[in-house]
């Protein structure tokens, strides 16, 4: 009885320490400690990455975003014992709807002249690419000669040889407009962690997955996700993984909208999967079930 009486009095004292962490780009500073969402005295006040708020974080605790209406730029990882939570009490990310946005801006001088208003972009990463306008997925042409792209209508796109091509309207160049690509790799990835919760969170523009649950990222939740303009898929499911994903919505993406592996497991409730670009789900492996139904392909 003292025994069970002492593990429930640790568990409590631990929960009484979790700690809220706040974070928001444009008047954080990452010197601060975080825990408090407006400057005080010595180091109180927002830490300015989310990178920063999970180095500082401790199991159980919360990181709360602030939205300022600018995209978050960054590339996240949760990891381990740090970024877990305690059965019944996760580790909470709340994004209030923030967007993390993995684009980058395509500068007027990287842009080479092709043939008529074409032009030809060299990406740092060369495969599962997204092209945008003003932050919204511009249409993909495919291609498998420079012969072809005659076939590019105004405001179009192809992939062809490592290059991105893109076709400007009559009488202007691609500075004219606000064009982004997939600059980062994947938006959050998810190792080895337990009792985590992900809420009311955008990510977008990334090369391949918006959120990737890697490996042994057990007892997750995903919920008020939006998932957008991925290169590979909106969220993708491996390993060992355990996930629920619940009110999201998830469209745009490059090669899926949702994709499993490995030995996953992986729940789906009340979630908008939009099939206008690729497949609603790629299934490699794993269990997958969509709204309390197997998923049978």
Do not use: C
Not at 103 to 129: C, G, I, T
Not at 176 to 189: C, D
């Amino acid at each position: 009885m003292r025994f069970f009486s002492l593990i429930l009095l640790v568990s409590m004292t631990q929960l009484t320490l979790a700690t809220d962490i706040h974070v928001d780009n444009l008047q954080g500073d990452d010197r601060n400690n975080g825990k408090s969402a407006a400057y005080d005295a010595g180091d109180a006040g927002p830490v300015r990455t989310i990178a920063k708020a999970l180095r500082v974080s401790n199991k159980g605790d919360r990181i709360v975003l602030k939205n300022n209406g600018t995209p978050y730029r960054e590339s996240i990882t949760f990891q381990a014992r740090r970024n877990s939570g305690y059965p019944g009490s996760p580790f909470v990310f709340v994004g209030n709807g923030a967007v993390l946005d993995g684009s980058a801006f395509m500068m007027n001088r990287d842009w080479e002249h092709a043939v008529d208003d074409v032009y030809r972009f060299s990406p740092r990463l060369k495969s599962f690419q997204q092209m945008f306008r003003d932050d919204k997925p511009l249409d993909k042409i495919d291609i498998t000669s420079e012969d072809q792209l005659d076939q590019l209508k105004p405001l179009e796109w192809a992939m062809f040889d490592g290059n991105m091509y893109f076709r400007a309207e009559p009488g202007k160049g691609p500075g004219t407009y606000r064009l982004t690509y997939s600059g980062l790799t994947v938006g959050i990835t998810l190792y080895d962690v337990r009792y985590l919760r992900i809420e009311d969170l955008t990510v977008q523009g990334f090369q391949l997955d918006g959120i990737n649950a890697h490996d042994n990222a057990v007892e997750v939740q995903l919920e008020k996700i939006t998932s957008r303009g991925n290169g590979r898929s909106g969220i993708s499911v491996g390993g060992s993984s355990r996930v629920e994903i619940s009110d999201a919505v998830i469209g745009n993406n490059g090669n899926a909208q949702l994709r499993t592996e490995g030995y996953s497991t992986t729940k789906v409730k009340n979630t908008e999967l939009f099939d206008t670009s690729a497949p609603a789900v790629d299934q490699q492996g794993g269990k997958l079930e969509i709204d309390g139904k197997p998923y049978a392909g």
